[in-house]
C-alpha cells in the first residue's frame, strides 16, 4: 500500500526550504508606467552555475488526483521558476534533499497567479498541472552539460487532497 501525501496550500514559508513563490502578495514595491502598474521586484532567486538564463514554453497534459507520485528529479546547474499563462491553479510536489537523495515528499496546491522558483538541487515533482491549459513559461539553465537528476521511488506515493 502507497504512503498517502495530502495537499496543502502554496505558501511563501511552507516553501522557503524550497524555493520562492511567485505572486502578488502584499503592496507593489513601486508603482510604474504612469501610475498603472504595480511592480513586485525581484520575486526569486535565479541562480545558474554555468551557462544562461532561458525562457521556454511547456504544454504538459492535465492530471487527476488521487495522483501517483513514482519519481521526483532535480537540476543540480541552475534553479527552474514555472510561470502559469493560465490562472488555473497547478501541484508542486517538492522533497528535501537526504544525503543526496529525496526525503519524504510534500505537496502544494497553487492558487491563480502563483508561480514556482525550485532552488538549485531542489528534489521536485515533473509539471503537473490539475486543469487546461497546461501552459507554462519556464525559466531555467540553457547550456552544456547534463542538468537532469531523476530519482524512482521504491514504493510510489499517492497524493490527494
Same mark, same amino acid.
Given at each position: 500500500?502507497?504512503?498517502?501525501i495530502?495537499i496543502?496550500?502554496?505558501t511563501?514559508?511552507?516553501f522557503?526550504?524550497f524555493?520562492?513563490?511567485?505572486?502578488?502578495s502584499?503592496?507593489?514595491?513601486?508603482?510604474i =508606467?504612469?501610475?498603472?502598474?504595480?511592480?513586485?521586484?525581484?520575486r526569486?532567486v535565479?541562480?545558474?552555475?554555468?551557462?544562461?538564463?532561458?525562457?521556454?514554453?511547456?504544454?504538459?497534459?492535465?492530471?487527476?488526483?488521487?495522483l501517483t507520485?513514482?519519481?521526483?528529479e532535480?537540476?543540480?546547474?541552475?534553479?527552474?521558476a514555472?510561470?502559469?499563462?493560465?490562472?488555473?491553479p497547478?501541484?508542486?510536489v517538492?522533497?528535501?534533499?537526504? =544525503?543526496?537523495?529525496?526525503g519524504?515528499?510534500?505537496?502544494?496546491?497553487t492558487t491563480?497567479?502563483?508561480?514556482?522558483n525550485y532552488?538549485?538541487?531542489? $528534489?521536485?515533482?515533473?509539471?503537473?498541472?490539475?486543469?487546461?491549459?497546461?501552459?507554462?513559461?519556464?525559466?531555467d539553465?540553457?547550456?552544456a552539460?547534463? =542538468?537532469?537528476e531523476?530519482? $524512482?521511488?521504491d514504493r510510489p506515493?499517492?497524493?490527494?487532497?
Amino acid at each position: 500500500m502507497s504512503e498517502t501525501i495530502r495537499i496543502a496550500p502554496l505558501t511563501a514559508d511552507a516553501f522557503a526550504p524550497f524555493g520562492d513563490v511567485l505572486d502578488v502578495s502584499g503592496a507593489p514595491d513601486k508603482i510604474i =508606467n504612469q501610475g498603472l502598474c504595480g511592480r513586485y521586484h525581484d520575486r526569486a532567486v535565479l541562480d545558474f552555475g554555468t551557462g544562461r538564463a532561458g525562457i521556454s514554453l511547456f504544454d504538459a497534459e492535465p492530471r487527476r488526483l488521487p495522483l501517483t507520485l513514482e519519481m521526483v528529479e532535480r537540476h543540480p546547474d541552475g534553479s527552474q521558476a514555472f510561470l502559469p499563462m493560465s490562472h488555473e491553479p497547478f501541484l508542486v510536489v517538492v522533497a528535501p534533499d537526504v =544525503n543526496g537523495q529525496p526525503g519524504p515528499p510534500r505537496a502544494f496546491l497553487t492558487t491563480a497567479g502563483q508561480g514556482v522558483n525550485y532552488h538549485r538541487g531542489t $528534489w521536485h515533482g515533473v509539471l503537473t498541472p490539475l486543469h487546461a491549459p497546461g501552459l507554462f513559461a519556464v525559466v531555467d539553465r540553457i547550456g552544456a552539460g547534463d =542538468n537532469l537528476e531523476e530519482f $524512482w521511488f521504491d514504493r510510489p506515493y499517492l497524493i490527494d487532497v
